[in-house]
């Protein structure tokens, strides 16, 4: 992100990412946005002990993109939500999007789905983040406009930059054992109806597992279907 931004940090919960990104001079104005007002009010406790200065800072109580104005801002933060949920708040305000110059987004599961409909939407991915925070990894994107081919269905699981950048890296191949082990859970869980094994969805995830595994060449180090049997079954809402 260049110096100079103006953000709208969306859902921003206590605002530790706009304040920061303020602090630090890479943005000089910013809309912190929320829902609900304990979040917005905890904000602006935040900002007054930083001392962000009022002329830089806006606090906006409203859903999605629905409270901003075309052109008010050039960078769109959304963090800590599912893909499939960002990539709805993002269609609902076409309005809004087109006239971002940037998207920093960091879903939480649904990154296939949020990857596909950023490259359908015509922004495609400039960059890509693996952070690891507390023995969990995150995934950062950044989306900017323009067309662009749409990636295999393996890239757009794991990431077309975060492939070629974090190949040969240790949280690339522990990226990759996360994602296969939630497919596992869904494949065993769709493994219990007649109609959802012959789905296209179990088919795709069954290969696509497959390809994961040919990636990191150590099959034996990710959980067979017997011990995910054994696990508790925590179905995220979407891959």
Known sequence: ????????????????????L???????????????????????????????????????LGDGLSILEPNEVDTICIAGMGGALIGEILSESP???????????QPMNGMKPLRTWLYRAKWHIADE???????????????????????TSLELQLGPVIMQ???????????IRDRIQIMQRVVLDMSRSILAKRSPKYLELKE??????????????????????NLPTMIPRSL
């Open 1 to 20: 992100m260049p110096a100079g931004s103006r953000i709208a940090d969306i859902g921003s919960d206590h605002g530790y990412l706009a304040l920061n």
């Open 22 to 60: 303020l602090e630090s001079r890479i943005a000089n104005f910013a809309i912190i946005t929320d829902k609900n007002p304990a979040p917005l009010d905890s904000a602006r406790k935040n900002s007054k002990l930083a001392n962000i200065e009022d002329k830089n800072l806006e606090f906006r």
């Open 95 to 105: 309005n809004i999007v087109e006239t971002a110059k940037r998207l920093i987004l």
């Open 129 to 151: 983040k693996l952070v690891e925070v507390d023995h969990k990894i995150y995934t950062i994107i950044l989306a900017e406009p323009g067309e662009s081919e749409l990636p």
């Open 165 to 175: 950048r974090y190949r040969k890296r240790k949280i690339f191949r522990e990226h």
């Open 208 to 229: 696509t597992i497959e390809e994961m595994k040919s990636l990191l060449h150590c099959d034996e180090e990710i959980l067979s279907e017997e011990d995910l049997s």
